[in-house]
């Protein structure tokens, strides 16, 4: 048998030169996305079919330079030349430039050119060029280059077939002949280091070694083995003596090599001519209108994903609702009805519940990354963002965090930097996000209301959303100065052309970021739900053996008996009611036997008069007893210092899955039934509850005085009771080290922020 | 005088980048080099970072990076 090996195509290019959109011309819907281990960023792979023949395409992510800094660089050299991760190498490296921009996006190529592999220059936005009055002879540029190049316009899918077919002949044909010659001093040097790090490390690796100072290939071949690192400096210093400093001789070799390539194969206008980008950026980043500009923009996403996702994810709610009605409505009470219901059909409800946020935060941040708007946001911010030691791209990720940390978290997508990106994600659940919220009410409507000035509920509001905003900054700038430490991160930023964003983008992105959040973080999330599910079902029985479902259906049932017969009640007295009044008996005796059913009725109400009650007491009993209720009491040593008894720690890990749970559960706890955190009835009915509730070793002692709600609040605008976020960080960072880092670092803060809230709110209350 | 110390409008000459860092390999792979001509696009809202032109394009960069670069103003 003949193995046939799918020939592999790989693209590279520099950001914004329509690389993803052709891409998606190349594969069409045929993708998906991958991680290596390892790294953080993506490569999207892809097929395409030409010629009978299938082509496996690679996606990488877009860079300026194949100068290694971190793994998630690394990745796209080590994929090129057949290093693992990948097994193989490419047949054919596609590299996409920007025909408006044809030097600089050359500088990319000159070093792909090097790795010894078959290129095929894909020459896009050819018509952004004419506009500008720039004229190409790509003919020419592909003898001067020594590779085939492709004019194209992959918007309009103009040349994709050419490229193909370019493609299908590379395949087989000998890697490139020609690149930068750099001068003979710099290649003795690097025959020399050759000769020292052995013959299976590629040249292309060595030539990087000596040309990044401080870069990537130094950790990755050990630089500090075997003195490699002192014989590379050494080098380093004989070249600066030879007149060719590193890194300066790279630039000069590679840009006089692409200008003399150019030379006779490009006209330029003697005049730049005035362009659209001009004008817009006038107003865009103007002082004023700029800043106006970007703030209508901001309080746009924001609204949108705080608002209008709103009534979609009540809607998704209550359909949540209604399916678990319908199993429990169906199936007989016991461990199945309970885990299908309470686990698996509530852990879903609250994965696809983010969904509507995620998605149009997303159709923003493509829309915005797609017109070239996203370059001059982060141009605008970055003072501010630079203070805390992000940059001007954490910011809308953290705008987002408000609304909710999980879309937040997926946009720092497009912060390139590692450590900036890594700041940014770990900040931002630190942001007030809106599953707070109904913890905050309950708490300030029970004891921060009556009895105070108007003035007190709101400020309480406020500093609670005033916690997140100055502890973000400060613990940013703690992880820049400590776990992430390192070189200054380089701004330096392409503020590329305006144009056009193309919706077809902008619907596929926002698409790609809802599928990945329901299959890689889904699954955590729904995880997490059943476990606490299981915590709080188990035991199942109550210490005299029975059921506890069953006990609870029995009372449902008769909840459901005493309501029919009030209602019936309610009949016959109206009518009664009416006969008194009057009217005409339509059967004789007809008060009689009303009078006669109704007391009949009230006797038996009053037997179910307390089955409320009843249901309540049991379900406090049962969750009281479970697992986790005897997590709590266990820990009630660990949770007293923050003022608080083991009923508030439970409820705490109860919330785990996420924020909100917490009202959920303080409502069984306190006999209120459970009840729904967005209802203000229950929440009030909840507070009064909790007012009453007493110390179980002290029934004369309140369990909750305002200092003990000031240091609930406190715990929760700073913990990360939230499994959705620890999940989605899993997934951002491919690893689980920064999910645990988050939650126990939050947790930490919010249990050392509670203590100090409550031991010197005891002091002054 | 550095490229930090420009004024929107102006065009220069860069002479120079001082170091030899990632802040300077980088602002070299993006074609900032020495004989090239730059114009001062504007400054943000709040005074930093700065926009400049060279060639066909346009970069953003921090004040703190601008002055590494010596320019020679024409």
New interface residues.
């Given amino acids: 048998m003949v193995l046939v090996r799918t020939p592999t195509v790989v693209l590279v290019g520099n950001p914004n030169t329509g690389k993803t959109t052709l891409f998606n011309a190349l594969a069409g819907m045929n993708q998906r996305v991958g991680n290596y281990p390892g790294v953080t960023v993506e490569t999207k792979k892809g097929r395409f079919r030409f010629q009978d023949e299938t082509f496996e395409l690679i996606d990488l992510p877009g860079t300026y330079s194949l100068a290694p800094r971190s793994p998630d660089e690394m990745l796209a050299v080590e994929l090129i030349l057949g290093q693992p991760p990948a097994e193989s190498r490419p047949d054919v490296v596609v590299a996409i430039v920007d025909a408006s921009n044809l030097d600089r996006n050359l500088y990319l190529v000159t070093q792909v050119l090097e790795l010894g592999v078959p290129v095929v220059v894909a020459l896009n936005m050819m018509d952004v060029a004419a506009k500008q009055g720039i004229t190409i002879d790509a003919k020419q540029l592909a003898g001067n280059l020594g590779v085939p190049v492709v004019p194209m316009q992959a918007n309009k899918g103009l040349g994709v077939f050419e490229l193909k077919t370019a493609i299908a002949r590379a395949k087989n044909s000998p890697p490139c002949p020609q690149f930068p010659v750099f001068p003979e001093a710099f290649e003795r040097e690097v025959q020399a280091l050759s000769e020292s790090v052995g013959s299976q490390v590629p040249p292309f690796l060595v030539r990087r070694l000596l040309l990044d100072i401080g870069g990537y290939t130094e950790r990755f071949l050990d630089g500090e083995k075997n003195g490699l690192a002192n014989r590379v400096n050494a080098a380093r210093q004989r070249l600066q003596q030879a007149g060719c400093p590193v890194p300066a001789i790279e630039a000069r070799t590679r840009y006089g090599w692409i200008r003399s390539a150019t030379a006779d194969c490009i006209q330029r206008p003697p005049h730049r001519p005035v362009t659209m980008t001009d004008r817009l950026d006038r107003i865009l980043t103007h002082k004023i209108w700029g800043l106006l500009i970007f703030l209508v923009l901001m309080f746009l996403v924001f609204e949108s994903i705080f608002f209008w996702a709103k009534p979609i994810m009540e809607l998704i709610d209550q359909g949540k609702d209604k399916l678990a009605d319908l199993v429990k409505g169906i199936m007989a009470p016991g461990a199945l009805r309970s885990l299908l219901a309470d686990g698996v059909i509530a852990g879903v409800g609250s994965v696809i519940v983010f969904l509507p946020q995620i998605l149009i935060l997303f159709a923003f941040i493509a829309f915005l990354e797609d017109c070239g708007y996203m370059a001059r946001a982060a141009f605008l911010m970055d003072k501010i963002m630079s203070r805390c030691g992000l940059n001007g791209k954490s910011f809308i990720p953290l705008l987002s965090s408000v609304a909710c940390a999980v879309p937040g978290i997926m946009a720092t997508r497009v912060i390139e930097n590692r450590r900036d990106r890594l700041a940014t994600i770990l900040v931002a659940p630190l942001m007030s996000c809106s599953a707070r919220l109904p913890v905050y009410l309950v708490l300030i409507g029970a004891f921060l209301t009556r009895g105070f000035p108007w003035w007190v509920p709101g400020l309480t509001l406020f500093a609670m959303y005033a916690i997140g905003l100055v502890v973000a900054p400060l613990v940013a700038l703690v992880l820049k100065r400590t776990l992430l430490r390192g070189e200054t991160p380089v701004f330096v930023m392409e503020m590329p052309l305006y144009k056009r964003p193309s919706l077809r983008l902008v619907w596929r992105r926002m698409l790609e970021a809802g599928w990945m959040f329901v299959r890689r973080a889904g699954t955590i999330i729904l995880a997490s739900m059943i476990v606490v599910w299981a915590l709080l079902y188990f035991p199942s029985r109550a210490p005299n053996g029975e059921s506890y479902d069953v006990l609870t259906a029995k009372l449902e049932e008769r909840l459901d008996e005493k309501q029919k017969m009030e209602k019936a009640r309610a009949d016959f007295q109206n009518e009664l009611d009416l006969l008194e009044n009057g009217m005409p008996e339509p059967i004789p005796n007809r008060k009689r036997s009303l009078n006669e059913a109704i007391t009949e009725l009230d006797k038996d109400l009053a037997e179910l008069e307390n089955a409320q009650d009843e249901l309540n007491q049991l379900q406090r009993d049962w969750k009281g007893r479970s697992i986790l209720g005897q997590m709590g009491k266990a820990l009630e040593p660990v949770v007293e210092p923050l003022g608080w008894d083991w009923r508030i720690g439970m409820a705490a890990i109860a919330s785990f899955p996420a924020r909100e749970v917490f009202v959920g559960t303080m409502g069984i706890i306190y006999n209120q039934g459970r009840g729904d955190s967005k209802d203000p009835e229950f929440r009030s009915s909840l507070g009064n509850a909790i007012k009453e509730a007493r110390w179980d070793a002290d029934p004369e002692r309140n369990v909750f005085t305002i200092p003990v709600a000031l240091s609930v609040m406190v715990f929760f605008a700073l913990c990360c009771q939230c499994a959705s976020t620890l999940a989605v960080i899993r997934r951002e960072t491919n690893s689980w080290r920064w999910p645990i880092f988050t939650f126990v670092y939050m947790t930490v803060l919010a249990y050392l922020g509670a203590l100090i809230t409550y031991q010197v709110g005891s002091l002054l209350i | 005088m550095t490229l930090d110390q420009l004024l929107p409008g102006q065009r220069a000459c860069v002479q120079a980048?001082q170091g030899?860092?990632?802040?300077?390999?980088?602002?070299?792979?993006?074609?900032l080099?020495e004989g090239e001509e730059i114009e001062v696009?504007?400054f943000?809202?709040?005074?930093?970072?700065m926009?400049i032109r060279l060639?066909?394009?346009?970069?953003?960069?921090?004040r703190t990076?601008a002055a590494r670069v010596s320019v020679r103003t024409i």
């Fill in positions: 980048i030899d860092d990632y802040l300077v390999q980088r602002l070299l792979e993006m074609g080099l696009v504007g943000a809202p709040f005074g930093d970072p926009e060639q066909d394009y346009r970069l953003s960069l921090r990076e």
